[in-house]
């Protein structure tokens, strides 16, 4: 039973670590990005093909090598996509709109490429990438990559939570999402801004990717799609924008998805998922923490 | 005749992404952002599957599908109205997959992950180009006039609207059901033509299909859904495909258009018009840099 | 006639008390002017009257009607109609169609696939682009007018409805000397046509000669109310507008 609730506790890490991303596009940027999951898989397949192209890559260089590609990726998709529509748009419904359909077109484009390299077979990342060690505690077992996962979500989780409540590009950001024509009266370069943003979901995407396939082990095109639906219900439940309730409800749902894997049948997960979502968004669409900071 | 004949699985095929278009850009053009139209796809095709395997005749069928959608509707219809923009985006998303996930797992009526099979298909073609024919009238008809004009005001500037007099909500409600109609009706036309159905074919994939209909063939104009309809299902037929890179190249198209030409074929077509017409019209002294 | 009247309407948002005891009328054919320092609660005061902010306490009442619970969009059936702040006009419509869209939609709600009950509507739609002299660029799209054109054009929207009050918010703001006098002509001319309107600004001397009726807010309540230039003399109206936005030469 503990044994679950440790592993729930590093698949709810990974959860978080990926929802944080989304949270703050959305929150900051009002971008529902729904290329995000495919960022996500991006992560992993950059790690699965440096380990294939160079047969002794230590994890110490995948691990950053990969998070990069993604951050540069999200970056081009704000180049080459928000960013020309936001300057064309003609109002902002039709650009919020605009964005979610572009970012539904980079995901299938993501993935169709993604089909193409793995040759549409699941794919693994050699053993000898990262030794797991175990570390018997007793009541249960850890091993190490779940601890650096434990470790890197809990340095993030603050850390972003500090960007956003102290930093200056942080109450830029939000001052951004409350009202993008003040803000930009006052200085703040909304461009320069969504860039590093965007980047840094980037990089968080990619980060959870990496940790995720080290952990199951399974790379494919699609692996990105479930997770991003669980992420939006983990972040609605929580409140977008809110950095410590999405920790909380990522580390629920990655507990009673564990849980109920491990003592009961699943086929309903998804189901519930879906209805989860609805019924936050119905009853409480705020989350339970909602902040006041981001846009409707 | 023998062309419809030859080609009528390409014309399914484009009757289907038309339906699932002109549904989706009924709620857009009200300034709905709503992305339920496969979910009201897939509970009238698995209706429909249902009622003519069981023997009913295509028009009750049809009629029975038609109302289902209309209360369905309206019983979400509140729930919804509470949303904006991106909630709304999200929360009929989560509808369409809720009823995809739901099919899988409630294999009674739903044949499971596998689907239903062997659906009478008695709908014949021409009834069924019929079918679309009526509901591109329809969509031309709201378009025009005093609706139009209510309707793509009330998009740009709810407030504005309101204080004009136009009732925001209730167009939206009415944008809303209409949609969910034409989706269902969607459904039906796939389940009774191709006379199979799985939940393969109401997911996420048949979203980006619908929104690239959209996309190409422009969102707001009444031509819009038809134009993309035809591309998108018909020339793959057509053209030679480089393999799977179709996905890719599909992806990239719309892409780009999203970007560049948001207004779509549709929207190109009309400035092309509209060049002309101003080109014809200016006089000598005008014509200028 | 009292066509107008706010009885110590009240709006708080949380802690904040926009407005805390405003009473004033408006009679039939007059012109009140309502102004204030930014801040004063002019505006909220506005979006009380329109449904767009709810009361906390006191009464709105219009043509004898409690305002209490009345949609947004069904005031101006009752013939209340206002301008906004900022040029609210839909882009993709023509100047015409932007008038039109007035004209038709009565807020009594349509059935489906039954007739337009104000047929009369276009007819209303021309006169009133005529009357303000639109007719010109009645099949322009707005972003193509010049600023004081297009705060025309929403003039000519709000009239096409027949209102029984017009409320303007600020129509000359961010306005040359050029375009203010235009505008200030026209409301002249719809004051001389009888038209009751209420008009927000911070343009103290149009006002001045433009209203019948003078009204000074501050911090939420009246400071003062009255005939304009005498209003407007006093001392304490005065300190309140040093600070406040100033006339623009």
């Known amino acids: 039973m503990v044994q ?258 491990a003592y009961w049948v699943s086929s309903m997960r998804d189901v519930v998922v879906f209805a989860l979502i609805m019924a936050f968004l119905v009853v409480r669409p705020q989350g339970i923490a909602g902040r006041g900071w981001q846009r409707a | 005749m023998s062309w419809f004949a030859a080609n009528a699985p390409m014309l399914r095929t484009i009757s289907v992404l038309a339906l699932l278009g002109y549904s989706v850009q009924i709620a857009l053009r009200a300034g709905v952002f709503s992305f339920a139209t496969v979910g009201f796809y897939a509970t009238g095709g698995y209706l429909a599957a249902n009622l003519l395997k069981g023997g009913w005749g295509r028009y009750p069928t049809l009629l029975v599908v038609l109302v289902a959608a209309v209360l369905l509707a309206l019983l979400l219809a509140p729930a919804l109205s509470r949303l904006r923009f991106l909630y709304l985006a999200m929360a009929t998303l989560a509808f369409t997959l809720f009823v995809q996930s739901l099919a899988v797992s409630w294999a009674t009526y739903t044949g499971g992950a596998q689907g239903l099979f062997a659906i009478p298909r008695v709908l014949p073609q021409p009834e069924m180009l019929a079918l679309v024919a009526v509901v591109i009238v329809l969509v031309w008809a709201t378009q025009r006039g005093a609706t139009g004009r209510a309707i793509t005001a009330l998009r740009h500037d709810a407030l504005l609207s309101a204080s004009a007099g136009v009732d925001v909500a209730r167009r939206q409600v009415n944008a809303f059901v209409g949609s969910a109609v034409v989706g269902a009706l969607a459904g039906f036309v796939q389940v009774s033509t191709f006379g199979v159905f799985g939940p393969a074919d109401i997911g996420f994939s048949v979203v980006v299909d619908a929104l690239t209909v959209l996309v190409v063939g422009g969102a707001m104009a009444w031509p819009g859904p038809l134009l993309g309809a035809v591309l998108l299902g018909g020339l793959p037929a057509y053209v030679s495909s480089a393999g799977d890179w179709n996905l890719v190249v599909q992806a990239i198209v719309v892409l780009v258009l999203v970007v560049y030409r948001p207004d779509g074929l549709a929207g190109v077509v009309a400035q092309a018009a509209r060049g002309l017409a101003a080109r014809r019209t200016r006089r000598p002294a005008e014509v200028s840099g | 006639m009292t066509v107008l009247e706010l009885s110590e309407v009240k709006v708080h948002f949380g802690g904040v008390r926009a407005v805390d005891g405003v009473s004033f009328t408006v009679e039939r054919g007059h012109l009140v002017g309502m102004v204030g320092p930014n801040g004063s609660g002019k505006s909220t005061t506005v979006n009380a009257i329109t449904r767009t902010a709810e009361l906390t306490a006191g009464r709105i009442t219009f043509d004898g009607q409690d305002l209490r619970g009345v949609a947004p969009h069904r005031l101006r059936r009752i013939g209340l109609v206002r301008t906004f702040q900022g040029i609210r006009l839909v882009p993709d419509l023509s100047v015409r169609d932007n008038v039109r869209l007035a004209a038709e939609n009565d807020g009594t709600g349509r059935r489906w696939f039954r007739r337009n009950e104000r047929r009369d509507s276009d007819p209303v739609a021309d006169a009133v682009l005529e009357r303000l002299g639109l007719s010109e660029v009645r099949a322009e799209h707005p972003e193509a007018l010049p600023y004081g054109t297009q705060r025309r054009v929403e003039i000519a929207r709000a009239l096409a409805t027949e209102p029984t009050l017009l409320l303007l918010d600020e129509p000359v703001a961010g306005m040359n000397r050029a375009e203010r006098g235009e505008i200030a002509r026209i409301l002249a001319e719809l004051r001389a046509d009888g038209l009751t309107m209420l008009v927000i600004e911070h343009d103290l001397r149009m006002l001045l000669d433009l209203s019948d009726h003078l009204v000074v807010l501050d911090f939420g309540r009246v400071l003062a109310e009255g005939e304009p230039q005498a209003t407007a003399a006093r001392p304490d109206v005065r300190r309140a507008y040093l600070g406040g936005a100033r006339e623009h030469a």
């Not at chain 1, 890559?57 to 090598?65: I, S, T």
């Not at chain 1, 993604?114 to 077979?121: C, F, M």
């Not at chain 1, 693994?124 to 996962?149: N, W, Y």
């Open chain 1, 4 to 261: 679950n609730i440790v592993n729930g506790l590093s698949l709810g890490a990974i959860y978080a670590l990926f929802a944080f991303g989304l949270s703050i596009a959305w929150a900051g940027l009002n971008i529902l990005n729904l290329a995000h999951g495919a960022i996500f898989m991006v992560g992993a397949l950059t790690a699965w093909l440096l380990t294939e192209v160079w047969a002794d890559v230590p994890f110490v260089v995948v691990l950053p090598a990969a998070v990069l590609v993604c951050a540069v990726l999200a970056l081009a998709m704000e180049l080459l996509v928000f960013r020309p529509i936001r300057h064309r748009a003609r109002d902002e419904h039709q650009q919020t709109l605009t964005t979610v359909i572009a970012t539904v077109a980079t995901a299938a484009l993501l993935i169709a490429v993604a089909e193409h390299l793995t040759g549409g077979q699941p794919r693994a990342l050699p053993q000898s990438l990262f030794e797991v060690r175990t570390f018997d505690l007793g009541i249960a077992r850890i091993t190490d990559i779940q601890l650096v996962i434990l470790a890197l979500a809990a340095v993030a989780g603050p850390a972003l939570a500090w960007f956003l409540g102290r930093s200056l590009q942080g109450r830029a950001l939000r001052a951004l999402a409350v009202d993008r024509d003040m803000a930009r009266l006052t200085g703040v370069s909304a461009d320069r801004l969504s860039a590093l943003t965007i980047a840094v979901t980037g990089a968080l995407a990619g980060l959870a990717g990496v940790l995720l396939a080290v952990q199951i082990n399974a790379i494919e095109a699609h692996m990105g799609e479930t997770l991003l639906f669980k992420a939006f219900a983990i972040i609605i439940i929580a409140g977008v924008g809110s950095i410590g309730a999405t920790v909380a409800a990522a580390v629920v749902l990655a507990l009673v998805e564990t849980l109920v894997a």
